[in-house]
């Protein structure tokens, strides 16, 4: 069990644990583009800032001083307005825990599952190899080769967010009868690369839409803008947000996939019908197939229990009492229950859920796993929510978005 040692780190001039670190690309500045979270070396809730993930779509954007940041509301409004970050910190603001998690995490669980890819680790690999995404001399694009060198595990964090409801500034606006959806605009910029989607998909012979060089944009329906824990946040654990992470300004919509969090906002723009936006209708989709006529947008995330401890790395573990433990969450409110099995999914106990107050934010639970006897288990856990829906609630889907799936720890007990 070497993960629970103490490794010799330096904290301020005291030695102590070795603090974990994310799994990061950087562009050829050095700037990271790319991080994912090391989801079994942390305890407690919250995500810390430095080891949260980090996705962006398209290129990293310049960082604009707060005090040059505006934002333009406009569309179907009485009065379009234009905002300062001075002027949203006087309207009445709020502070929401909740999940971030990446419509892509865990997205070769899928492929598990279905017993036709090796089981993906919880541990990221230390290093990351891009070249599988480009394969060279004419050679298709290999999913195996990319699920054994890219991450597809640790795109999700927690954290605490604080700005103000979305529903105030749009008060403020007066959103006119016929508004049905509210579109973010992000100041980033770029031309989306469709080996993103050949790489969620398992193929390249899809047909994907060139929009151009597009800025980012995603067009909330009007319920869940006006829901008051949905947040234009200029705040995160305890401090102004990271460039990195959106500042001066991005949207925080609790339950649903991280691609709906909007940064860098610059933009927003109420309107009478659902926008065409690339990351809407081409990419964070939901369908059977590419040619599927009834694909969705991803929206709310499913239900989900991970057991991080112990995880599959640690086997083989001694005969004896073992804590089981890990993370539950769901993309339509509270956990109410987690079961666990060690008997792969035959009969199944209730764990120890912790209180919470924080209805977006996952829970801590654990169990207590008498393992006497020598043998190979299969440990499980899984989750359900407020509104009675028990894991898995997202089925195969062509992309392998909102992966939620049970997943069996496999452990050998000496
Ligand atoms: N403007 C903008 N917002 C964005 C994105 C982006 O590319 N541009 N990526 C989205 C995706 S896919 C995810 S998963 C989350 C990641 O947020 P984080 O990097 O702060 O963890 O941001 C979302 N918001
Ligand atoms: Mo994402």
Request: proline residues 8%; negative net charge; aromatic residues 8%.
């Amino acid at each position: 069990m070497p993960r629970r040692e103490i490794e010799g780190g330096w904290i301020r001039g005291w030695p102590d644990r070795k603090r974990p670190e994310s799994l990061e690309a950087n562009d050829a500045e050095g700037r990271t583009i790319f991080a994912t979270t090391p989801m079994t070396e942390l305890e407690g809730r919250i995500t810390p800032t430095d080891l949260y993930y980090i996705v962006a779509q398209l290129d990293m954007p310049e960082p604009i001083h707060p005090d040059d940041w505006e934002m333009e509301i406009c569309g179907e409004v009485e009065k379009p307005l234009t905002l300062t970050l001075e002027d949203l910190k006087k309207l009445p603001s709020q502070t929401v825990r909740a999940v971030t998690e990446c419509a892509g995490n865990d997205t070769m669980f899928f492929n598990y599952l279905h017993k036709d890819g090796k089981k993906p680790s919880l541990v990221s690999p230390k290093e990351m190899d891009f070249s599988a995404l480009k394969p060279k001399d004419g050679k298709k694009l290999s999913i195996e080769a990319i699920g054994n060198s890219l991450p597809t595990t640790g795109m999700s964090s927690a954290g605490e967010f604080s700005g103000v409801p979305l529903r105030e500034v749009l008060k403020l606006a007066g959103v006119k009868s016929n508004a049905v959806a509210v579109r973010f605009q992000g100041f980033d910029r770029g031309r989306p690369d469709p080996s993103l989607i050949y790489l969620s998909s398992g193929r390249d012979d899809i047909e994907v839409k060139d929009p151009g060089v597009i800025n980012y944009d995603k067009g909330l329906p009007m319920e869940k803008a006006l829901h008051p824990d949905t947040l234009l946040a200029w705040a995160m654990n305890g401090e102004h947000l990271h460039h990195i992470h959106g500042a001066p300004l991005r949207l925080v919509v609790p339950g649903w996939s991280g691609n709906w969090w909007v940064k860098w906002i610059e933009q927003i723009e109420v309107m009478d019908h659902m926008p065409d936006c690339y990351h809407q209708t081409e990419y964070f989709v939901l369908g059977d197939t590419p040619e599927d006529p009834n694909k969705v947008m991803c929206t709310a995330l499913g239900v989900k229990a991970v057991i991080l401890d112990p995880i599959d790395e640690d086997s083989p573990l001694p005969a004896g009492t073992h804590p089981v433990r890990g993370l539950a969450w769901s993309g339509e409110g509270a956990i109410v229950g987690v079961e666990v099995s060690v008997d792969g999914g035959t009969t199944w106990e209730d764990a120890h859920v912790e209180e919470s107050h924080d209805r977006w934010m996952w829970v801590r639970w654990n169990y207590v796993w008498d393992a006497v006897k020598p043998g190979v288990y299969q440990i499980m856990a899984r989750a359900t929510d407020e509104k009675g829906r028990q894991q898995p609630q997202t089925p195969w889907n062509y992309q392998r978005k909102h992966f939620d799936g049970i997943v069996p720890t496999d452990i050998v007990i000496e």
